[in-house]
Structures are given as structure tokens and as C-alpha cells.
């Protein structure tokens, strides 16, 4: 059994591991640390969890964690897991942070995007981008596992496989749109249910932080056109990418790369991915067509922000760094409904 | 490994007995058949299933399934599962029937209520309700499970307990709002999403089927004024109960019944479910409050009508007469977001 | 012309003031004051105002509003109204309070209620419950009304007629469902967008603050049993209201007095109202089932909390008020999308 | 008064015209026809209209229309207004077409994109594109106006005066994301409610009807990759727009034109716009970014695709026919809530 603590496990991100992790038959819950909460249990402060745990919320002490966890997770704002994950390396335990702080590698983008100069650069060198796909065979023996942001794991997915073998010669617009979770839990009156609901608008046009990261990971000097929207639905990604290339590619090739990958659903040409498909597990789904009267390839992806684009990585992430069998405890379909 | 059939897979009640069963350890899903899509994947009908199975829908042949199968749950329309259910159990094989037809004792309410004639009755003496908190021991060795209405598992298990320790003076008030996966998939210009969206309705007011089906299982000559209502969201009922005793009553103590009982949630005096936190498991959350004022008790549950009102109920009922451990597959918490 | 004045514009009231006069051929609106917002454009703060006005924010002078408006609106949270009522009052401009504050005629439920001792009691003489149908005389000549709560329209419509025809033996229970707008602005974790999508849930059982006013209104000894849900969606009250009267009652006949009535539509028997067909409208739709099986009349009410329960209600006061037919500008349907 | 007829009222874009022709001043709905709900009253079949209209159903005669109205307006589902209009336009009334027969000037588009041949070519002289800020001159006196598509406006108001003065290279990448309300009344298994909540996905990329449209009004050679989307909501379209120009633009300059322009809201630079301002209006709102790091403009326009998208749009159409003060009957905000 894999003994597993969450600092922050009352953040969305949080909360989904706690959710996953109750149906994982390897992995065991063992401590939850807050800052406001101590003493009270986690199913008094999230309901939903009644009848599946008995913890209660302990303060934050890395060595204590470090001692009686294989593994722990970080789930709390931006910025705020520097000094987490560096106490708890320094600890010795094996770290999984669904934040951004170890995500960039270069800390002046990190400074830029987040506003913050980087205080623990010296863990960047061991922090394993998390997206195994691509990643597996790092990810063994990992030390510091950064999982990506929501939104980058469904960019990466369809487009890394394409940057490698095309040459691109305008900047990829990807127009993403995600539901409000991914907005995490704090309040402001735009996320109000009055003020969201029926609502869609985009936002940090050109600017958001995700840009940086989805440009490190693909590498081959692309250049990423990215515009975030909301729109009125709790979870799930729809990333819709087009593409300008060279010379013609054949993207059913490009991506039998997947074939053997559990957690990535390649559709085919003209088979488009949608949200219900995804919601609730790990699974991207990718689409595309090939659109030959603009000379454009438009790429779909289809995630769950909280599951595969937070939780459900993180998960498999761990279950690779433990050889335990990669699929283990994400099993769920989609939703469908 | 308890070997599953599902006649019916299609439906929203199918549907997710097959999202339930990929994450069962102990039960295999070997057969599901069709009418209309016989040779097809179940993955190319529900892409959501798709890198979960390999299974394609068959005719049905209820020998086949008795051969192949330890049990076939069967998820077809009302009044079309008394032929199915009658070949199934000739053929000698348990069988879980999610639908109404063998809900009701009573054929003359059954044709009052459904429209047909019952064509199975002599099966009616075998069925049994399955509500497991209140049939575990009949249960054990069923041939025939009829699970309950997803607005009667609501009502009964906040109900149950105290209409057998109280006098009830006049008919008690059941408004229950269910989501639109409640009205099934069939299309009708009302469950089109711009008809629905943001629109809320009662209907069948004092006529619905559910009705006799409440009060044949509350016994004790209660009646009930059920008014069910359809809301703008997929999953989910919240049952609102009004209930005027003649003399006090403590339920707490009422409900101390539920202690063991894994999938009720006795949240207390004052404390109110939401759907947010049933939706996705099989929980059905219970809490009330009593008001001295009016001299009347307002009790609410909340339950996925999906899940602990349908597949996730059935689910349990199959754990208990295979001997498996009744919570087997069914760890999920609500899904809070 | 009538020259309006809002102390409040901001609120979702307040807002829906400013939108339904937009469309009023006869009045003008003049003033908009603000405590945190003066100087601002009304359209910078409110941008679905474009292009519609010029107005900025001023500072609240009682003396100022009454020289340049021939009647104030005021939309200031529940307690807050008290004091700049009675300074318009002083003033000596006719106001039309949208708040909470003058409805209670006792002061005594009104500090039990609402927490705050009244501090402008002498003005609750003057104070005319803004309920069109059923005060058009007082209002004629009204210099301070008080509009009704959004629950309260949705339950006194359909029920005065028959609390004032029937003997009524135990209490009415009222089932109330209201889109989130009902909640105001103000944040609040269960108001994000995430935590109320998908979501439903009952509040203040027994204790909302809408009961004694619903009571006050029905007179004739009338015990309301009121239990007020939230459901995910903006914009609407579905009341479901079960009433046990001593003999047979004829409904049509009872609601035959609302045929004259501009806004209030009576389905009849059987003819069950929805939200959609009051979305945006002033309309309050009313039918009912007469069961006979159990002996309760269930009625249905339908109303738009933010116009037919506050907005437009207040509007078609103000016409009342200044001699101007009763329908202008208040000509919108339901959106039925 | 203008007499105004409706053919086709039963449908998403013919009950809006009925909505916002009751708050029109200066119109008069006179009769309304359809095929299949002949003899019966409009409210019987859209009960939302309800106290506002005494009208029924009649046959389509289009003599009998031309006689008694001075302008009617068609709204039938594709390819079938080709005939409908040759009627009325041989019986000598205005006719303002909300379908998409009378929008492409090439009949062999139309025959790729719509599937038919075109029966009425003739008329496609007379019929006068009917995006009011372009060609009011030409409305003035118009016989037969082609109201545009829902996603056309959203497009052309933004991006029409940007290609007037810049080159641009590539394909002009258009990421529409619409609500359900366009997709009109048809059932579908994709429509239904539970399929569609929560739901996203975009469809008939590259091949969608509304591309042809958008490049002929465009003209100066601009190819668009128009890929249209479907989000959870009713009403709305926000479109978001990646131009790649040859040399700067100043947007600001170029959307000077709009100062005039009643309803085109211009935010300006970094001021992005959203459904929730614009949902019930006939507003377009329009904002951009100038991301210098990409060199790319993005354009964001939000329309209601109802409202300012089709029968806001017709109806501002009308009073230019019919030299009516342009924006009579059309002073509604965006419903902010």
C-alpha cells in the first residue's frame, strides 16, 4: 500500500485526489494538512466525503509527513508550494505539487507569469514535468513530480506528436474553453453563479500562464496563440487548435504513437471529442480534421480539468513512481451524462 | 468473478451500470445486447466507454445469457421487461430488473398506473424489492431483484423508519426535483436543452407511477401526495418530505437504524442534504428539521438518481446475493464539484 | 415624463430596475446614487448599459432626489433601507422600497426576523404592501410602498383567493424553488458558480424571513409551512403549494376575480405553470390539481423573481401611482427560451 | 402602423420576432401562419405569449398576407423560404427572410452548402443582405432582405471593417462557440438536455453553411477557418477572432466607424466582451487584443444569436424599411442576469 498525505485537500484539485484516491485499491489516505482547518474532519469540511474517511485536518509538519508518507501530494494556490515542496524534499519524501511553482523552468518566466521571484530554483533540476506520455521513464524514479496545468495537458496531448515531425510557420491558435472549476475556489464576483451561468467570455488573452509552459514542453520554437475562455459548466477542457504547416502531415501516423497509451483516445479524422465523453475520468480525447480547402489542421482535445488535467494525472504519475500497474484506481469511464 | 449481462446497455440506467461495473474488482461485464444495434461496439454506440471494452451488443437469446451469465440486469422501458424478465428467469438465471414491472404487487394498480396489462405476474411472488437497507436477508438468496424507482428510494429510506413508530394524521406531502437523466433518453420537445435550460415544472401530479409504489413499501396506511418536479440540471433528486405526527417523535433515534448502513447518511437535525454531494456515488444523504412552530417534520434526502437510484442500488443488491462485500465498486463520494 | 431616481442601482434589483425603465415610455430615469461608486458611469460599472445611458453615480442627498425625481426607488440590502426611507420620506418624495423593511407591520417579527430593531416604525402607517392585484386602491395615492418579497408574490397570488373562500385545517405547505439571483450579489462559497451548478438544496426551514410576511398578507388565522430550495439556474420561483381545505373548493371560480388582472394568468385545472413562459415577464402563472384521491389542492405559481417578483412588480406600482395604464412598459412575454 | 405578418411563428427565431414586436410601438403583429397549427391560438402553442395576443394559427396564403400586411417576415426552416418568398414577392409585400435562402449570391454555393438547388434565383437581385451598419442606404428601400446568419453578424460587424484597410496573409481563424438555442427546435439524441448539459463540442468544421456567407460579405479575398462550437447555455455567440495582418493596425481607428452605430458596442483594447451583457439585446459588443509577442490581433464579439443575431437584427431591418426611428422597439439591455 502506498501511504499517501495531500496538503490542501479542501482545494479543488484536493478534493478530486481525495475522491480518486478512495477507489484506489493501492493507495492509502493517511494525512490531510491545513492551515484553518485543524482538528476538524474532512468530512465535516467536504461532506461528500462521509462514510469514506475518519481523518481530520492536521497542521503542516514536512518531517511528520515525511515519516509516515510514501508520497505526498500539494495542492495549494500559486506561488504557495515553493516552501511546501521544499521542506518536504528536504524531508526526503517523494513530492507530487498540482500547482505551477515547478512546472517553468526558467525563472524568469516564472517571475513574469506569476510575480514572483522563484525560491526554491534549486529543486527545478529534479522536478519531472508530469505528463506520462511523454515523461514515463523519468517519472520511475522521480523525486519532485510537477503535474501540468489544466490546460497544457490538453494542448501537449495533440499537439506535441505534431511539432515533432512539422515544420509550423504561424503561431498554433489554440482557443481552449474550460469549465469555472478550473477557476479553483475562491471567490470573486465573476465565478457567481448569477453573474457565470449562461455566460461565456474569454480572458488573459496573449498573457495567460499556461502559455510559457505549453511553449517549453513543445519545444521546436513554436509559437502558441492562447486564448482561455469560461463557459457555464463545472468541469472539462475543450481545446480547439489550428494549425498552419509546411507541407501536408498525416496525423493518424503521427499519433499511432498513442496506440498503447491507456489514457489517450485518438478518434480519427472528423471524429470530433466532446466533454461528456471525458468528464469524470482520465482520459484526452483527440480529433481532428484536415481541412484541405484552408490548407489548415484543426485539432480537438477533450479533458477533464479536475481528473486528467489535475487529479487523474497526478494519480497515474504516482502509481508509475510506485511500479504499481499504471491504470490502477482510474478505471471510470466518462460520465456520459 | 460474478459474470454480468446487461439486456438494455443503451439506456441511461444501462449506461451506467456499465461506467459502475469497469470499476468493480469482482464482477466481469461478458454480455450486452441490443435490438437495433446488434453487431456494433458498445464503445462506437458510448464513446465514452471506448479503451474500457471490447464488447459488442448481441441479440438476446435469454439462453445464451443464462449459460454465459451469473445474473443479467435488465434496463429497458416500463412494461417491456415482463417478456424479457420471464425468458431470463426460465432460463434460469438471477436477474435484476432496474425497470418497474415487478415493482408493484398489485396488477390493478400496475395497469392503472402503467397502461398494460401485467403479463408476468406469476413472477411477482418471486421479486423482490430491492431496497437493500430493508431486504439485505431476502436479498441474499434472490432469483428476481426489482429495484426500486429512483424517487421512491428517496422517499423510503427517510420515510421507512418513522411511519413504523408514528401516527400520521393526514396525507404527507413528497415534492421531490429530479434532473432530466430521470425522464430517460427518449427525445421530446420538453427535454430539448433550450426548453429545459433554466426552466423549472411540476407534472403527473397525483397520478405518478411512483405513487402506489411509496405506499405499497411505507405500509401502515400511509398516503402520499407526491408531487415530483424536473429541474435544469442532469442528476440528482432532492426529495422535500412534510409529515405531521400526531404525537412528537425523536428521529435521531428513528434513524439510529442507519448507523451500519453503509450508503444512508443520517446528517441530523438542521443539517441539509444537497446534490452536490450525492451526485456521481450511492449515498442518499438524510437530514430534517423539526418544526415546533407548525408542529410539523421537514425531512429532505438527496440522492443520484443514476447511482443510488438506479445502477449503484442495483449494484449493492448484486454484492449481496453473489456473498461479496457489499460496498464492492461502489467507493465513489459524491462528486462535491 | 416621471422622473425616477434609484438609491441602489447596483444590486441585482436595482439592475433589473434600471433594464425594464429602459424600455418605459413614460418615465425617465434621472438619478442613480451610490455610496462606493460615485462618480462612476453607470454603464462602467454595469456594461450591459451601454450605449443606453449617460448616467453616473452621486452620492445619496435625500433633498436632491426629492427636488429632481418625482419617485425613488430604493434597492439597499434587508435593515438598510430603514434609514434612507425615512430621510426620502422627510424629504417628501413618494418611494417605492424594494427591500424587506416596511413590509412587516410588526416590528416585533420584523427584530425577530431580520435581527435589527426598526428604527422608522411611524412610517409603517404609511406603508402600502406593493401587491398590485390585490392594493391597486391605496397605491393610487401611496407615497411609500413597500414591494412585496419575491417568495411572497409567488405564494400569495394563488393562495389569498382561496384563503378568503375556505376553511383551511392544517398548515400550507409551500414548497418553493428560486434561481440563484434570489440570493443577491453578495458572495458566498455556495453561491460559486461551482459549488450551485448541478446542485439543489432547502434552507432556512421553518425560520425564513418571508413566512411571517406571507402569513401577515393571507390573514384569516392562515399557518404557512415554508421550505425555500435553490436550484442551479438564474431566474424564477416555481411555488408548489398543498393545501387541505375543511370542504371542496371550486378554484376557477375563486381565481375568476384575476380576469381583469394584466398580469396574473390563470392556467386552470390540470395546466401546470413552467419558468420558461415567465423568464423576463412581469406574468404570474398559476394552475393547480384538485386530487381527489387524497383530498389536497396542489397549486403551481410561476413567477420571474427579479421582474414579476421585484422589478417589474415595483414598475407597475409606480404606474399605479402616478395615473399612467398600469402595462406600460411592461409589455415583455415570457422568453420561453 | 406597420402591419406586420409572421410565416413560421412557432420557431426559435419566429417566437423571438413575436416577443419583441409586443414591446414595438409602431408595429402591429397581424397575422401569423403555419402549416401544421392552423385554427389554434399562438398562446395555446407558446403559452409564454399568453395575455399579450389574441391571435391563431392560419393558412399561408400569400395574397391574403400581402393584402393585410405591410411587411411579413419568414422564418422556415432552410431551403424552404425559396418558395414561400417567391410568393409573397409575386403578391407585391416586403419581405424580410430570417432563413438562409436569400444570403449567398452564387446559386452553386448554395447547392454545396445547402444541399438543394436554388428555386428563386431570380429574386437574388432584390434581396439586399440585411446587416443594418453596412447597407442601410440599400434598406431603405428594400423589397427582400436576407437577414444574416447568427454567427455571420458576430463575425462581419468585428472583422468587416478591419479587412477594408489591412492585408492579411493567412486564414483568419474564427472559433465560434454558440449556444443551444441556435441549433433551432429539431429533435435530436444531441439536443436533448442531459446530452447537452455540461456538454461541449464543436462540429461541421470547415464545411459549416455559415463560412461562404461570412468570406462573401467579407470580399477582399479573406479565407476564413470557421469552426463553429456548441456550449451549455440557450442564448449567445461569442466568437473569437485570430487575424494575422501584414503591417499594424490601429482597431481602434478602424472601428471609429461604429461611433454612430446604435447598436455595435466597440470596448475597446483589452476590454473583452461577454454573453451575459448582450443575452436579451440587440447589441454586438466588440473588444480585441493586439498581442505585439505574436504579432496577431484577436477580435472577441458577443452577440444574443436570438436577438442581435436574428430578430433584433430583422427588426431593425423593418424600421429602416419603413423610416422608423432605427432603434424603436429595440431599447433593451443586455439582461446582465
Request: charged share 20%.
Amino acid at each position: 500500500m502506498i501511504r499517501v498525505g495531500i496538503v490542501g485537500a479542501t482545494g479543488y484539485g484536493g478534493r478530486e485526489l481525495v475522491r480518486l484516491l478512495a477507489i484506489h485499491p493501492e493507495a492509502d489516505l493517511v494525512h490531510v494538512t491545513s492551515t484553518s482547518a485543524v482538528g476538524r474532519r474532512l468530512d465535516e469540511e467536504l461532506p461528500a466525503f462521509r462514510g469514506l474517511t475518519d481523518l481530520e485536518f492536521e497542521p503542516f509538519y514536512a518531517d511528520a509527513l515525511a515519516e509516515s508518507c510514501d508520497v505526498v501530494f500539494v495542492g495549494v494556490p500559486g506561488t504557495e508550494s515553493m516552501a511546501i515542496v521544499s521542506q518536504l524534499r528536504a524531508a526526503g519524501v517523494r513530492t507530487i505539487d498540482i500547482g505551477p511553482d515547478f512546472r517553468l523552468q526558467d525563472t524568469k518566466a516564472f517571475k513574469q507569469y506569476y510575480g514572483k521571484d522563484h525560491t526554491a530554483a534549486a529543486l527545478l533540476d529534479e522536478a519531472v514535468y508530469g505528463i506520462a506520455p511523454f515523461n514515463r521513464a523519468r517519472l520511475k524514479d522521480a523525486q519532485l513530480v510537477a503535474v501540468p496545468g489544466c490546460y497544457p495537458i490538453g494542448c501537449l496531448l495533440p499537439l506535441k506528436p505534431l511539432v515533432e515531425v512539422a515544420k509550423i510557420d504561424v503561431p498554433i491558435v489554440v482557443d481552449s474553453i474550460s469549465g469555472l472549476s478550473g477557476a479553483g475556489k475562491s471567490l470573486h464576483e465573476r465565478f457567481h453563479f448569477s453573474e457565470m451561468n449562461e455566460n461565456v467570455w474569454a480572458y488573459k488573452i496573449g498573457v495567460h500562464q499556461h502559455t510559457p509552459e505549453i511553449e517549453q514542453e513543445l519545444g521546436h520554437g513554436a509559437v502558441v496563440q492562447f486564448t482561455p475562455h469560461v463557459g457555464p459548466y463545472t468541469r472539462g477542457i475543450l481545446s480547439t487548435i489550428t494549425v498552419r504547416c509546411e507541407a501536408p502531415v498525416d496525423l493518424a501516423e503521427c499519433y499511432r504513437r498513442y496506440e498503447a497509451e491507456p489514457f489517450v483516445r485518438v478518434l480519427g479524422e472528423g471524429a470530433l471529442p466532446e466533454l461528456n465523453d471525458v468528464r469524470g475520468s482520465n482520459f484526452c480525447d483527440v480529433g481532428w480534421v484536415d481541412d484541405k480547402r484552408t490548407g489548415n489542421l484543426i485539432l480537438i482535445s477533450a479533458i477533464d480539468n479536475l481528473v486528467g488535467g489535475t487529479a487523474g494525472m497526478a494519480i497515474q504519475c504516482m502509481n508509475i513512481m510506485f511500479s504499481v500497474e499504471e491504470t490502477t484506481g482510474l478505471g471510470l469511464s466518462g460520465m456520459s451524462l
